[in-house]
């Protein structure tokens, strides 16, 4: 039986403008009861508001740090070396879909 793993990340826009299905660069925290619990890692992900899309959860956090209602889900593409740059931190992540 595969454990689905429970994330939370910080969306710093109106959640009406979050983009779902598409590649993001994003900072999550690990929510998974264990050893690893709480750890955060930099990541290119897709995120969808159906609970169910993706692998894991994702839990949602405000600007403040308020814990919305709703379980999304998370899919993560790759681990992302580094530390975010600012624009990141502007954005609330940073889509990577081309124009």
Do not use: A
């Amino acid at each position: 039986m595969v454990v689905r793993q429970e994330w939370d990340t910080y969306i710093l826009t109106k959640l009406v403008d979050v983009e779902e299905n598409v590649e993001t660069l994003r900072v999550i925290r690990d929510l998974t009861p264990g050893i690893r619990k709480y750890r955060g890692r930099f990541v290119k992900c897709l995120i969808s508001r159906d609970p169910d899309k993706y692998p894991d959860s994702l839990r949602i956090r405000l600007g403040r740090g308020q814990l919305t209602n709703h379980i999304w889900s998370i899919k993560i593409t790759e681990n992302v070396e580094g530390i975010p740059t600012k624009p990141y931190h502007m954005s609330g992540g940073i889509s990577l879909k081309e124009d």
